[in-house]
């Protein structure tokens, strides 16, 4: 069974810095892409930035010049670089495979809280 699992949410003040990490328990190469999508209270899962097999990119507007997202392949692992963070920003990031449409595929973990406030 796939499972993710996400870490390095936390709280932060706006215009601050934090490095998520989505450790996947299967080859990522399985996927078309890894994603990493958010959710905040009362709004829909939404996606964020995801990176394909080849390694090309492709960000939500909101985020574009600010997140980078990468991979490890030997690792299994996919990482979301989040700088000049917004209070807008504060969801639950979860990291899922996507397929070609970068929809989720539903092996998402428990999420990691991001918190932007002063």
């Known amino acids: 069974q796939v499972q993710m699992v996400e870490s390095g949410g936390g709280l932060v003040q706006p215009g601050g810095s934090l490095r998520l990490s989505c450790a996947s328990s299967?080859?990522?190469?399985?996927?078309?892409?890894m994603a990493w999508y958010r959710q905040a209270p009362g709004k829909q899962r939404e996606l964020v930035a995801a990176i394909t097999s080849d390694g090309i990119t492709i960000y939500a507007d909101s985020v574009k010049g600010r997140f980078t997202i990468s991979k490890d392949n030997t690792k299994k692992t996919v990482y979301l670089e989040m700088s000049n963070l917004k209070p807008e920003d504060t969801a639950i990031y979860y990291c899922?495979?996507?397929?070609?449409?970068?929809?989720?595929?539903?092996?998402w973990g428990q999420g990691t809280q991001v918190t932007v406030s002063s």
């Open positions: 299967t080859s990522i190469f399985t996927f078309y892409a």
């Open positions: 899922d495979g996507a397929n070609r449409g970068f929809g989720p595929q539903g092996y």
